[in-house]
């Protein structure tokens, strides 16, 4: 039974659709199947539930103990990798150069027992609202785009084992060949003011399948703030709960004008935006009919301001 934050998350990691296509036509090389992840999935179930609970934050911990979505999407990938009989965990982040002259790093190097071949996986999860004015996906840090990301992961970060010094830092590995795949996950957001169910934006390389929510500005609130049900509640997220969709019932839960009274006292005070999710009590959890961020009335302006991650 998979019942810990740990396992739904883990679950999640795997079994949730891909942001982007698993048939690129604009960037080189691959990217890990909708397919290939439930496959591994369905396979992992028995190991899964009987996984040992861990601390969360500890595993996505960074330094001053700020809590990294990144860093934990990579341990819970990493557990995956470590505990499934079907791969052999080969290396992690496996550094390419000296120290101040690092050409990059490889995130997994790994060998599938089916068909015996080697991968190398860039592995990220990000979250983008797409900004109508622009026509781009920006990150909750507006200095972060899916154009960006994309641009680094299939034209530097997959790329990397064809570099002389990555081919033998690999054939010292005992690695003579990978197969380099990117695994991206996450969720877009698209205008709240609109049809965000069903929103389709400009970019070509964006999987049909994936995971969407809703975005506004914190003075757009009273007018746009999306609710499915009358009797349902809201919750804000912390960073660590921004995966799976099930809460305890030790959530703090807001009514729709005491979340809205909330982000108000809020964003007079601060300018991250927040994540956000409407719930239903169903069978003594709280599960998710949608979610969605709020941002700063300035917050597409603010691509020069520093955020901390």
Known sequence: MICSQLQRDLA???????????SPTVYLGDVVSDEEGQAIFVRAKNWLSHLADLDVMA?????????LLGRY???????YLQNSPQFDLIARNLIIGQPGLQLGEFDFIFRDKDDQKIYHWEVSVKFYLFEPKTQKLLGPNPKDSLDKKLA??????LTLSQRPMAQIALQELGVERVFPKAFIKGYL?????GDWQNY???????????LRGWWCY????????PQKNESSRWCVLEKSQWLSSVFSEDEIIFTRSQLIQYLNDYFSANYKALMLVELEYVNGQWLALNRGFVVDDAWCEKEKAVFSE
Do not use: C
């Open 73 to 79: 999407f990579e341990a819970l990938i990493a557990l």
């Open 59 to 67: 595993l996505g911990k960074g330094r001053g103990d700020v809590f």
């Open 152 to 157: 680094k992961v299939f034209n530097q970060q």
């Open 200 to 210: 389709q934006s400009n970019y070509a390389d964006l999987s049909q399948d994936h």
């Open 189 to 193: 957001f698209y205008p709240a003011n």
């Open 12 to 22: 999640w990691v795997m079994n949730s659709p891909s942001l982007i296509t698993s």
């Open 218 to 225: 914190a003075d757009q609130l009273h007018r746009d703030l």
